[in-house]
């Protein structure tokens, strides 16, 4: 690490940025479209099904390189006008991930108790307020600990950009390696980078969950039941009885 100067640190800090700002507009996209095409899923009419399980089936068996290329390079073929990298790669993990976390919406909604619905029902709600009064907001914080795994692997996933010349963390560590000719620390301190990108998200996550389950009258869950609970170490007598007076 010697070789590091601040100019080459500075290229790191900045595929940090680069990198959040990819990881929140993804994850923005991917939100609106995996509830969209989640709660399509479950609609009542079939071609409205039909429609967001197509959706769900090609991106969830398309590759989000090729799917990045494909925005932008195929596309302005199409229409005439061309996406910059980032926006293109934000474009492809959206669109991807919100297929993932379609099924996570879809199976949270159909999770939540029939009777929860029938009392909607016989409280002559519409299902746009069923869905918004009842079945949302206890389907939410079952979504969020698959949400979070889903979070981490698009902040992983990333590091695919770079291959496009977006100036991410991956790429700024490619431009380091070659400055110094070093692999190890470089690639070292991006794990490092990677991880403490992750956990930071985990623990929001965690803070939304708790939140979550608090609005819906639900007490938060332990940390730890090893750590929190109370082991209790039985007392010895100072004179332990002893079977048939033995010992006296």
Same mark, same amino acid.
């Given at each position: 690490?010697?070789?590091?100067?601040?100019?080459?640190?500075?290229?790191?800090?900045?595929?940090?940025?680069?990198?959040?700002?990819?990881?929140?507009?993804?994850?923005?996209?991917?939100?609106?479209?995996?509830?969209?095409?989640?709660?399509?899923?479950?609609?009542?009419?079939?071609?409205?099904?039909?429609?967001?399980?197509?959706?769900?089936?090609?991106?969830?068996?398309?590759?989000?390189?090729?799917?990045?290329?494909?925005?932008?390079?195929?596309?302005?073929?199409?229409?005439?006008?061309?996406?910059?990298?980032?926006?293109?790669?934000?474009?492809?993990? !959206?669109?991807?991930?919100? *297929?993932? #976390?379609?099924?996570? @919406? %879809?199976? $949270?909604?159909?999770?939540? &108790? /029939?009777?929860?619905?029938?009392?909607?029902?016989?409280?002559?709600?519409?299902?746009?307020?069923?869905?918004?009064?009842?079945?949302?907001?206890?389907?939410?914080?079952?979504?969020?600990?698959?949400?979070?795994?889903?979070?981490?692997?698009?902040?992983?996933?990333?590091?695919?950009?770079?291959?496009? !010349?977006?100036?991410?963390? *991956?790429? #700024?560590?490619?431009? @380091? %390696?070659? $400055?110094?000719?070093?692999? &190890? /620390?470089?690639?070292?301190?991006?794990?490092?980078?990677?991880?403490?990108?992750?956990?930071?998200?985990?623990?929001?996550?965690?803070?939304?969950?708790?939140?979550?389950?608090?609005?819906?009258?639900?007490?938060?869950?332990?940390?730890?039941?090893?750590?929190?609970?109370?082991?209790?170490?039985?007392?010895?007598?100072?004179?332990? *009885?002893?079977?048939?007076?033995?010992? %006296?």
């Amino acid at each position: 690490m010697s070789e590091m100067t601040w100019g080459l640190w500075e290229i790191l800090l900045n595929g940090v940025w680069i990198t959040v700002q990819l990881t929140v507009f993804s994850a923005a996209l991917a939100a609106v479209v995996a509830l969209t095409v989640g709660l399509a899923r479950s609609h009542r009419l079939w071609i409205v099904r039909f429609v967001s399980g197509a959706y769900f089936e090609i991106f969830r068996g398309t590759s989000a390189l090729i799917l990045m290329f494909w925005i932008f390079f195929v596309l302005p073929l199409g229409f005439g006008w061309q996406l910059v990298p980032l926006w293109a790669a934000t474009l492809a993990l !959206g669109l991807t991930y919100g *297929a993932y #976390g379609s099924e996570v @919406v %879809r199976g $949270a909604v159909r999770a939540v &108790a /029939p009777a929860q619905r029938e009392a909607g029902i016989a409280l002559s709600f519409t299902p746009a307020q069923q869905l918004r009064k009842i079945i949302l907001p206890q389907a939410w914080p079952e979504m969020i600990p698959p949400f979070n795994n889903l979070l981490i692997e698009l902040l992983k996933g990333t590091a695919l950009v770079s291959v496009m !010349g977006v100036a991410d963390i *991956a790429f #700024g560590a490619s431009l @380091v %390696r070659n $400055a110094t000719g070093e692999s &190890a /620390p470089v690639y070292t301190v991006i794990l490092l980078m990677y991880f403490v990108l992750a956990f930071v998200l985990t623990r929001g996550m965690r803070v939304l969950e708790r939140q979550a389950k608090a609005g819906i009258g639900q007490r938060p869950e332990k940390r730890s039941r090893l750590l929190g609970r109370k082991i209790e170490i039985p007392r010895q007598d100072a004179t332990p *009885a002893t079977a048939g007076g033995e010992g %006296r």
